[in-house]
Antibody, heavy 119, light 107 residues
Framework: QVQLQESGPGLVKPSETLSLTCTVSGGSISHYYWNWIRQPPGKGLEWIGYVYSSGSTNYNPSLKSRVTISSDTSKNQFSLKLSSVTAADTAVYYC?????????????WGQGTLVTVSS | EIVLTQSPATLSLSPGERATLSCRASQSVNTYLAWYRQKPGQAPRLLIYDASNRATGIPARFSGSGSGTDFTLTISSLEPEDFAVYYCQQRSNWPLTFGGGTKVEIK
């Protein structure tokens, strides 16, 4: 049974770059879409983007200028970088898998990691 | 982008009662709609995909219906673990979008 685990700094300074990694265990990252989603405290969910196992990417236009998602098949990991962060980027960040034949069907999810943007 | 509007915002019910949650899309999403349950402090979990298909391990008390712009999630008899927030999500168009959520609380 595949499991996902987010990791990275819990505190990032304004204007710096947020960097998170999602480690996939119990299965290969090949032939799937790997997504990042975020949830500000007490608010709803926002899809950030995905990387397909081939390396192709797709980002939410609202964040596209600041987002990079990449994968490392040798480590069974994929990563999120969000540049020029502000307090509005404070959120729980989740990673999630989607099937090749059902892109956008998010299952399973990681447990999430809280990232706070503050000086 | 496609906007999803969920109603009601809060639903107050007792264990054993039936819950009916709605999700309306700003344009047709065909049947490319999913439902997730999020318990406090946990990640969302997929319940229903493509409008009416239960995800692996999801009990039969959960059912989904609808197509086009109007969708419904029904929980036939609420269990204690069902008091949570529910989100709908469309995958018809990029970017993926979520509704604002419906909180099912204990009456």
């Amino acid at each position: 049974q595949v499991q996902l685990q987010e990791s990275g700094p819990g505190l990032v300074k304004p204007s710096e770059t947020l960097s998170l990694t999602c480690t996939v265990s119990g299965g290969s990252i090949s032939h799937y879409y790997w997504n990042w989603i975020r949830q500000p405290p007490g608010k709803g969910l926002e899809w950030i983007g995905y990387v397909y196992s081939s390396g192709s990417t797709n980002y939410n236009p609202s964040l596209k200028s600041r987002v990079t998602i990449s994968s490392d098949t040798s480590k069974n990991q994929f990563s999120l970088k969000l540049s020029s962060v502000t307090a509005a980027d404070t959120a729980v960040y989740y990673c999630a898998r989607a099937l090749t034949l059902s892109p956008g069907r998010l299952d399973p999810w990681g447990q999430g990691t809280l990232v706070t943007v503050s000086s | 982008e496609i906007v999803l509007t969920q109603s009601p915002a809060t639903l107050s019910l007792s264990p054993g009662e039936r819950a009916t949650l709605s999700c309306r899309a700003s344009q047709s999403v065909n049947t490319y709609l999913a439902w997730y349950r999020q318990k406090p402090g946990q990640a969302p979990r997929l319940l229903i995909y493509d409008a009416s298909n239960r995800a692996t391990g999801i009990p039969a008390r959960f059912s989904g219906s609808g197509s086009g712009t109007d969708f419904t999630l029904t929980i036939s008899s609420l269990e204690p673990e069902d008091f949570a927030v529910y989100y709908c999500q469309q995958r018809s168009n990029w970017p993926l979008t979520f509704g604002g959520g419906t909180k099912v609380e204990i009456k």
